[in-house]
């Protein structure tokens, strides 16, 4: 019993290094968030399907690839990696960056690259997803196209985050109207992470 405690102690510290070391990554998103995405996909089943939209330099996706460290499951990752807009850098290509920050992880990462909306028309109907993660380009009409597209694959219960909900107004307003109708349920808000479930 103490064996197995002590045992359960030192993973709990370990994972949090991890957690730490991934935080050093470029991107912008929170240590705070990254413990969100890293919870959810620890908390998925084997054989569940993880899709995010909008990947920069693979810091979320490393957050979220961590929590299914022990799982056998479907992580694609959706972005051109050129970042059009949005970025203070301006267009540039980040795969390079973004392969190599995953590294650790490549064995259970599906690097799609392209628009999220190209993706969708090849995406199998079939293929219903268990958590899906949007931080995209956070334009309305973009915000939106992703939840006409994508929403409707993901499980009844299946988690739905958006990122940049706090501070991107065509963010906001999007998951707002998606609240309105029905759609998602409310779960909470971690940083600018907007947490629901499909209704």
């Given at each position: 019993?103490?064996?197995?405690?002590?045992?359960?102690?030192?993973?709990?510290?370990?994972?949090?290094?991890?957690?730490?070391?991934?935080?050093?990554?470029?991107?912008?998103?929170?240590?705070?968030?990254?413990?969100?995405?890293?919870?959810?996909?620890?908390?998925?089943?084997?054989?569940?399907?993880?899709?995010?939209?909008?990947a920069?330099k693979?810091?979320?996706?490393?957050f979220?690839?961590?929590?299914?460290?022990?799982?056998?499951?479907?992580?694609?990752?959706?972005?051109?990696?050129?970042?059009?807009?949005?970025?203070?850098?301006?267009?540039?290509?980040?795969?390079?960056?973004?392969?190599?920050?995953?590294?650790?992880?490549?064995?259970?990462?599906?690097?799609?690259?392209?628009?999220?909306?190209?993706?969708?028309?090849t995406?199998?109907?079939?293929?219903?997803?268990?958590?899906?993660?949007?931080?995209?380009?956070?334009?309305?009409?973009?915000?939106?196209?992703?939840?006409?597209?994508?929403?409707?694959?993901?499980?009844?219960?299946?988690?739905?985050?958006?990122?940049?909900?706090?501070?991107?107004?065509?963010?906001?307003?999007?998951?707002?109207?998606?609240?309105?109708?029905?759609?998602?349920?409310?779960?909470?808000?971690?940083?600018?992470?907007?947490?629901?479930?499909?209704?």
């Open positions: 019993m103490i064996k197995e405690i002590k045992d359960r102690f030192k993973k709990f510290i370990f994972q949090g290094k991890v957690l730490k070391e991934i935080d050093r990554l470029e991107g912008h998103f929170g240590l705070n968030e990254g413990h969100l995405v890293f919870n959810i996909a620890k908390s998925l089943k084997d054989n569940s399907v993880i899709v995010e939209i909008g920069f693979g810091k979320s996706t490393c979220i690839a961590e929590g299914l460290r022990a799982k056998n499951c479907n992580f694609y990752t959706i972005d051109t990696w050129f970042n059009d807009g949005g970025v203070a850098e301006g267009r540039q290509d980040v795969f390079s960056d973004f392969l190599k920050n995953i590294g650790p992880y490549k064995d259970k990462i599906v690097p799609l690259r392209g628009f999220s909306y190209e993706v969708r028309k995406w199998q109907e079939d293929r219903k997803i268990d958590f899906l993660w949007i931080d995209g380009n956070h334009s309305y009409k973009d915000v939106t196209q992703d939840i006409k597209d994508w929403l409707p694959l993901v499980k009844k219960n299946g988690f739905v985050c958006f990122h940049d909900y706090r501070d991107e107004p065509d963010v906001k307003k999007a998951v707002d109207e998606l609240i309105a109708n029905r759609t998602i349920r409310f779960i909470k808000t971690e940083g600018c992470i907007y947490m629901a479930k499909r209704n």
